[in-house]
């Protein structure tokens, strides 16, 4: 997917005027928000199990190597195969050729924020596959060719009557006269509709939300059943991950399964979590034949042992993009990446580059509540500072900003200077206090473009003048 | 109240210094009521918050540096701002642990700084403070945190009760009142759009609490918000907390035209 | 393909700065990756998996309801065709069941109630389907299911209604327990082992939930109290 997050501020703007996105993205606050409260009340042992996640993130990233090396053993002896892809480019190519050397013609996929990463859809499409979201979100904006807006909830900007439109433009083999309003009613035809392809299909393309190097096992997880579908039925299953997936064991799994499954969706667990380890074994009747795992690098590996370490341990629970006051008005789309939100902010810079990414660093108040709810820790505003640091190195702050900021600095290491000269300021802007509110900077918002009224002079200078008056 | 013997060092802020002093003067009437000694120390300007958000480190570091050379012979550091203790309190350090000449003195500095509010509550006692004159019981609050004291500092109780058992009023509470007002710094120039949306919901917020005035601890979302509010057409009046509890509340609100 | 592989492994080692490492303390590395994957550390287990008998099965079937399945109780799995003869025709369909080909599944009254029996693979025909499950989960109110030559994965999810017997003495505390037990039998693990709880769901449409997305729309566990 070409991102377009350089031209966040003009998608955020736009988006603040999608009446539609606005009335969907309110019920993120009803939905996601009340609900992982309450499921993080009601497990006491919460905040102990994030600490132990975390601890068995940081062992993994520290022998990641060993950790991978005994995945790929494990998933062999079981009879499926390892591919190794350093760019999205490689994992394409890999997946095209497991898939004509399987004879697959068509794909249904389970939703996977790596396969969007590298944009597997498109690919396939131009090498005569057909690939088709089983997700109903996924397979929603699928239909209307528009990227997710959000992890969990990729079609959550959307309202009812948009969904039916784009149902009724694409399913052609209903009556025409049919009822189609009702979630229930969408639902079900989305459910007769995806029955077919999940029994015809060649292979099922998955992610992961989990490896575990102890059984390599791929744990996947969802609500609707149709991961587990997507896998068990076809003759081929081919699982994209990113390697910073892996977990030592099937104990550690579990301990992050605790938090992701509250984190994200406020359950006490998905409603299918599935532990898949190898192809059909003998004697089963269903399974796929053939079980693949790509294992993707794609500028993961540059994170280890810098300063961004800490993103890798993100599970992909959406939590930040749920409490963040900005995701909050703007939505996804707006992000212009596959990845939105807090984490998005952090981690397309670090993927794509931050020169394609510029504002996102810099598109948050550092309120923090991204922090405070993630489960696995992750220091998201710091992460996002050190952003800002890398572009203030660099030069890449806009002009302005740097200009203002490197005045500002020079001034207030000079105390004497800044203090007489700030008197001296304010009492000249005096002239103006009559109108209550100046205009300095016409073209900035906020309330550089209305200067409040200020006072009669500064608080250095009237305390010096106490002073003086008690001497 | 006799002198308690402690000296305490008020950090003005920026903002307080050049566009609102009179919050100044009601820290240091609350510090002296509570039985402080307290001194301004001249060198002081800013505590470097621009420029560690805008990820300038160099400028951040010699800020908060300049701040602890000049806060050296204090007990305590107090400043009414949440954020900007925040930035002293947890950021210095991590700023300054470079600069090994200043090793022993960083943890020392940054242990004394402390936001107003906390500082009456938690580090005087309430019970100890001379009670401001009582308000007006049918006066009506609505309390706005700034998500640096909140988060980074956890300041939360301190003004409430300050303000209850001092003042003797009982501040509302905004309905999501977690949620960011959307100033954040330089992200209300950038982002401009994004920032008035969240502080118009706000300030709708705070409109339908009904109260008289929104009140609270840092002056970056104060003025903000009554920027906002003022262009609504608003009745609701914005005050610093320290304006209200020191008694020092009868001139024009922030954003309100000063009389000559 | 190889190639790629010691590619991303050596850029790994780069990272990790392995080559500054010694030879030595790489072998101990290996060596604390192996003793942690034998003898894995255990996690702190939720106070509320650790409850025993009665009071398990209580949580048991408090958690799964509150996940929308049904969860009855019954005295002996031999009253269960009888039981499940009077639900579909209740509901208007045929006396037939996709069913798993455990021995003690097979082994029930099914004639008798009136019900025949299917094996086999999933279809888009079938609208009821029985299992018996491995284990229960009390913690999360879960079944676990896992694909053997008697018990394909496809039954689970294809049908309308899925229907699980589960044998109070295989109903654990934690997801963690069902897996010491299913290890022993299984110490590779099957091919796979999925974790259910309630039915197929889906809130893609307004945020609103829907039951029955693509896997099936009820879920209806019958607790064995005899076995």
Sequence with gaps: MEITSNAFRKQAAQALQDADLQGALQNLKRGFQEKRARAVARLPEFEDLQ????????????????????????????????????????????????????????????????????????????????????????????????????????????????????????????????????????????????????????????????????????????????????????????????????????????????????????????????????????????GPEAFHVLLLDNGRSDLLKSEFEEMLRCIRCGACLNHCPVYGVTG???????????????????????????????????????????????????????????????????????????????????????????????????????????????????????????????????????????? | MPSSGVRVGLFVTCLVDLIRPQVGFAAVRLLEDAGCEVVVPRHQTCCGQPAYNAGDRVNASALARQVLEAFEDVDYIVTPSGSCAATLRLHAPELLADSPELAGRVKAFSEKVFELTTFLSEIIGVDRLLSAAKKNSERTIVYHDSCAGLRELGIRKAPRELLSRLSGVQPQELAERDVCCGFGGTFCVKFPEISERLAADKCLAAEKVGADELVGGDLGCLLHLAGILQRSGSCLRVRHVAEILADLDEGPAIGELAED | MTDTRRVILNSLKDRLERSANSRKSIEAMQAEVDDRLADPPTHPLPARGRCMGEERTSLFIRMAKEAGAEVERIASASLLPERLSLLLEGWGLNQGLLAATDPMLIALPWAAAGITLRHGRASSMDQVSIAVAYAGVAETGSLLLVATPQSPMSIHLLSDLHVVLLPVSRLFGTMEEAFVHLRRETPGLPSASMFVTGPSRTADIEQQMQLGAHGPRELRVYIDENE
């Design chain 1, 51 to 286: 600490d132990h996640a975390v601890a068995i993130k940081d062992h993994t990233l520290r022998l990641l190597d060993f950790y991978l090396e005994r995945f790929e053993r494990e998933v062999v002896t079981k009879g499926g195969s390892v591919h190794w892809c350093r760019t999205s480019d490689e994992a394409r190519e890999t997946v095209l050729s497991i898939c004509k050397a399987a004879d697959v013609k068509t794909v249904v996929k389970g939703k996977s924020m790596v396969a969007e990463e590298i944009a597997i859809n498109d690919f396939l499409v131009a090498n005569g596959i057909e690939p088709i979201e089983t997700d109903l979100g996924e397979y929603i904006i699928q239909l209307r060719n528009e990227p997710p807006s959000h992890i969990i909830a990729p079609a959550i900007h959307l309202k009812r009557s948009q969904i039916a439109d784009t149902f009724r433009k694409n399913h052609g083999d209903f009556p025409s006269d049919r009822k189609l309003e009702e979630p229930r009613e969408l639902v079900d035809e989305a459910r007769q509709i995806m029955r077919k392809r999940f029994l015809s299909a060649d292979a099922g393309i998955t992610g992961a939300n989990l490896l575990i190097a102890e059984t390599g096992s791929v744990v996947l997880l969802s609500n609707e059943g149709n991961i587990d579908l997507s896998r068990a039925l076809p003759r081929v299953h081919i699982v994209i991950a990113s390697i910073e997936k892996v977990v030592p064991t099937l104990r550690d799994a579990t301990v992050i399964l605790r938090l992701l499954s509250r984190a994200a969706t406020g359950q006490e667990a998905a409603t299918y979590t599935s532990f898949v380890s190898g192809p059909r074994q003998a004697g089963e009747v269903d």
């Design chain 1, 332 to 471: 996804g789309h707006a992000y212009g990446s596959v990845y939105t939100g807090p984490m998005g902010a952090v981690l397309t810079p670090l993927l794509e580059g931050l020169d394609k990414a510029a504002p996102l660093p810099n598109a948050s108040t550092f309120c923090g509540r991204c922090e405070e709810v993630c489960p696995m820790k992750i220091p998201l505003v710091s992460l996002l500072r050190r952003l800002r640091e890398r572009q203030w190195r660099q030069r890449k702050t806009s002009f302005p900003s740097r200009l203002s900021l490197v005045l500002w600095a020079f001034f207030a290491k000079r105390p004497a200077i800044y203090h007489s000269l700030s008197s001296l300021l304010v009492r000249l802007l005096r002239v103006c206090r009559k109108r209550g509110w100046i205009s300095i900077w016409p073209k900035a918002g906020g309330w550089g473009a209305r200067f409040p009224a200020l006072g009669h002079t500064t608080f250095q200078a009237a305390w010096r003048g106490r002073k003086e008056k008690k001497e």
